[in-house]
């Protein structure tokens, strides 16, 4: 079974510095990955997707992510920090299901705080 | 531009009266699904069509119920709200061809409040 844990349930960075969001997930083939962001009482925005091409995939709002099979990791990095990445962060996984339709495994979700 | 709109974007409800929340699409997607997240959670999936095949979580109480009556919409039926029922509904549609998963696209969501 596929499975994501979010390694922090809150950060903290100052505007301007860099921004690590760390995320390890289970799985018994090559997964497809996302990371999802979601401002206060707003629906879920994809910001990046890995599905086995590149392993550094670049997202919007100047983040990216690294898939790292040896390390089972999807980190999501953003060199400088800008007050309006403030937001609950959510690395997933899907699950190719033989039946009809797909399902996404959520992580817990990270809280980014970012200070003046 | 093509998206995934949930109206009304607040809802709020009285114990035990029926409430509907409802969602449309233009992106043509094929899968919609509906989520519940309460707070500072991850969202839950409680089913989703895959075209008109509806797909139950098992674990999803039988007092939501859904309808789905073309591909642009979907609706979500909840038969007697009860003050656990309070929360964020999410609904988000995909594209699945070849049982390849595709990335889902979410709306904005709704807010209900059950009195």
């Known amino acids: 079974a596929q499975s994501v844990t979010q390694l922090d349930s809150h950060v903290s960075v100052s505007e301007g510095t860099p921004v690590l969001l760390r995320c390890n997930y289970s799985s018994s083939y090559s997964p497809s990955l996302f990371w999802y962001v979601q401002h206060p009482n707003k629906g879920l925005q994809l910001l990046l997707k890995?599905?086995?091409?590149?392993?550094l995939v670049k997202g919007i709002n100047g983040f990216e992510a690294e898939f790292k099979k040896s390390e089972t990791s999807f980190h999501l990095t953003k060199p400088s920090a800008h007050m309006s990445d403030a937001a609950e962060y959510f690395c997933v996984v899907s699950d190719d299901l033989d039946n009809q339709g797909g399902k996404l495994i959520f992580g817990q979700g990270t809280e980014l705080s970012v200070k003046p | 531009d093509a998206m995934v709109i949930q109206n009304p974007r607040y809802q709020v409800t009285q114990f035990g009266k029926p409430v509907t929340l409802s969602c449309s699409q233009t992106l043509n997607h094929n899968v919609m699904y509906w989520y519940q997240q309460k707070s500072s959670q991850a969202p839950k999936l409680l089913f989703h069509y895959y075209d008109k095949d509806f797909n139950n979580e098992a674990d999803t109480p039988d007092n939501f119920q859904s309808r789905r009556p073309n591909t642009s919409f979907c609706f979500l039926d909840i038969r007697s709200p009860g003050l656990g029922d309070a929360a964020m509904y999410l609904c988000?549609?995909?594209?699945?061809?070849?049982?390849?998963?595709?990335?889902?696209?979410f709306g904005p969501g709704t807010r209900l409040t059950v009195t």
């Open positions: 988000a549609t995909s594209r699945d061809r070849d049982r390849r998963i595709y990335e889902q696209y």
């Open positions: 890995y599905t086995s091409a590149a392993t």
